[in-house]
């Protein structure tokens, strides 16, 4: 075996993971398969289930209208800090041993969450949730790219994957609305108790834990606090700008000690960090710099489309909660749709970079036809019509964009591959948010006003057209990983 780098992780390990051709070549791969998409689809759902219910949370637990906002803000703002950490810990402790902590964390948390009686108890559960969520989100791709394959067989499970995020966040307003209704708030977060309950022994058993055959190499604890303070503040910063403005001091000050706190691990991971969270070698692949680029560009014109869709259903067409989580369901089963029955059969046809531009390209087209409709016509003409247009580029493009960007990755640093991509993701998310809805927020009469949104619909199709031209210096096909390395 050729000699390895001292300062890298292999030097310190050898993983055993056996490579299946396919995850649906048997059962043990099936299973492992439905362990990563469902910790995607909790992590996923979690985001947004508890708006619908936020007023009954309110009502029943005495929160301040100032503080209700952490209900929310808790598991982002706890998500988006530890997702590079809980990345890397898939690669220092193993796959397994990943999954197994971030879904018990993510367990207990909604428990305590579900039986909350004051809003500190609530707010802390919420917390810990994000990071049982940022420790399965990227275990549970690190799963996917180092236990299958790259090829057809692995372009399926990350299909698979990336649908069962879509339908996380589709149904996050439905779920919230239909439980709240028909139970109470509090089942908006016990529901994720029986699905833990059974998915931590399941992944106990099906998912394989790599062995290691020398001393595990330390945690850059360094690292860790810088990048959990500098993302936390970062995505606070972020936040602040959708209520406070760009200008006001606070979020400038926020988001200028974000910089300089992640500048300095940005230091501490080059020149002190034996072991670092993030391996700056990464970074020498085109891949993942462009490809992370067009994550995050992804990410902040897929992930608002949700919260402005919901409120034009809800605030124009005056729909209900249940409704309008109802009315995502088109655009979920065309998205999973062109991302499992067509993309991965395109994706053995055709260079991974035009998929993405195409994807890209279709999306923006549905997003600027969406923002020029006059929602009076109706749920069909106003909503309907432009989804399926959108959803079916987004799940043309998001399935070969996540293999192009974890895909060649030493098996010994999937674990930080996902958690840059993950973070790359929900930064995106965050930044699209905050921008989208200072548009918004400009416009007259926001509230009902039938072309109110426009602006943020028309801006998400121009975001859609700069990644399908960063799609341009992607590579054509990923070279497959040597997995030995």
Known sequence: ?????????????????????????????????????????????????????????????????????????????????????????????????????????????????????????????????????????????????????????????????????????????????????????????????????????????????????????????????????????LVYGITLIETHGLADRQTQLMLLGAFLVLGVFVWVEARVAAEPIVPLRLFRRRSIVIGNAAMLLAGAGLFPMWYFLSLLMQNVLGMGPLETGVGFLPHTIVTIAASVRLTPWLMDRIAHRRLVMGGALIASAGFFWQGSVNPADGYVVAILLPGVVFAFGSGLMTTPLTNIVTAGVPAADAGAASGVMNTARQLGGAIGLAIFVALVAGSSGVATSAHAYAPAFHAIALVLIVVAGASLILPGRPKERNRQA
């Open 1 to 233: 075996m050729a000699q390895r780098p001292q300062n890298s992780i292999t030097s310190h390990r050898t993983l055993s993971i056996k490579t299946e051709t396919t995850p649906f070549s048997d059962r043990a791969s099936m299973t492992r398969l439905l362990v990563a998409c469902v910790a995607q689809f909790l992590v996923v759902l979690d985001v947004s289930v508890v708006n619908v219910a936020l007023p009954s949370i309110q009502e029943d637990l005495g929160f301040s209208p100032t503080n209700l906002q952490w209900v929310v803000n808790a598991y982002v703002l706890i998500f988006a800090s530890f997702l590079l950490l809980g990345g890397r810990l898939a690669d220092l402790m193993g796959v397994k041993r990943a999954i197994l902590i971030g879904f018990s964390l993510f367990t207990a948390a909604s428990l305590v969450g579900g039986m909350a009686g004051t809003p500190l108890v609530l707010s802390l559960a919420r917390a810990f949730q994000g990071l049982g969520a940022a420790i399965l989100a990227p275990a549970s791709l690190t799963l996917l790219t180092t236990g299958f394959a790259e090829g057809a067989g692995r372009n399926r499970a990350l299909a698979l994957w990336s649908a069962f995020a879509v339908a996380g966040g589709a149904a996050g307003s439905m779920v919230g609305g239909l439980l709240t209704q028909l139970l109470s708030w509090h089942w908006v977060l016990l529901i994720n108790v029986p699905v833990g309950i059974v998915a931590i022994p399941v992944a106990a058993r099906y998912v394989m834990q790599p062995r290691v055959e020398k001393a595990r190499p330390k945690l850059d604890a360094p690292g860790a606090v810088l990048a959990m303070l500098g993302f936390g503040a």
